[in-house]
């Protein structure tokens, strides 16, 4: 298994000396590694240079299938052209102003439209931000002070989310597990009077979980209701 990884690692050096040479540069100026922290990986991390659709291209000029797309944000793909259209047309008028913006509102519109549970919007410039931002809703509406979080689930680098992620136990969070064998409905039944609500991934990938029975998650939303918490779906 060793000298597996050791060829890996081999091949990955020879080809990506430019990304090497990056990184030691990028160690340099960055106070974190990149980015994002979840990017790193050793021996050390890729840089890109670009991409299009599915196929990203590396400084050293390797190709990659993209199959994360930038956390499921790019639905469409790296460049999508007509996204890339929209931003070009916009670029020349200007690209922000601290006031509103048509296209603002009609954006908020259609997501109105089309989602049922978005009545009204909020447009954040990161999920730390929409997650800092709903939380602190979830507190003042319900007067309770924790939220409760999957294990190993992510919801970006707001403090309590951070340590809750690294699973740190704190004071303002309950952590469980979900899954058939898990522990979540069981803490939503015993400590629902201090929960301000339960904080999940709509596509939950931050960590290997069990598949769920089918309903499941049906049956966590039951609880919402009579026990007066809020259940809030993040996705960046
Ligand atoms: C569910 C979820 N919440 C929050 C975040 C954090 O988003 P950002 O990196 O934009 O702060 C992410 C990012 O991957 C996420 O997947």
Redesign the pocket.
Known sequence: MKDAISQIEARYKARTARSEALHARSERVLATPGS?G?CHHAPYPLTLSYGSSWRLVDVDGNEYIDAASN?FSLIHGTAFPPVMEAVRRQMVLSSVWTANSVEQIQLAELLAERVPAAERVVFC???????SLALQLCRVLSGRPRFVMLKG?????SWD?LLAHRGIEGPGYLLASAGPEGDLLQILHRSHSEICGLFV??VQ??NALAAAPPRWWHRCTKFVGPMAFHLCW???
């Open positions: 994002r979840g956390m410039n990161s999920g730390t931000e929409a997650f689930g992510y919801h970006g680098s989310a991934e709509g990938a931050s993040t996705r960046s």
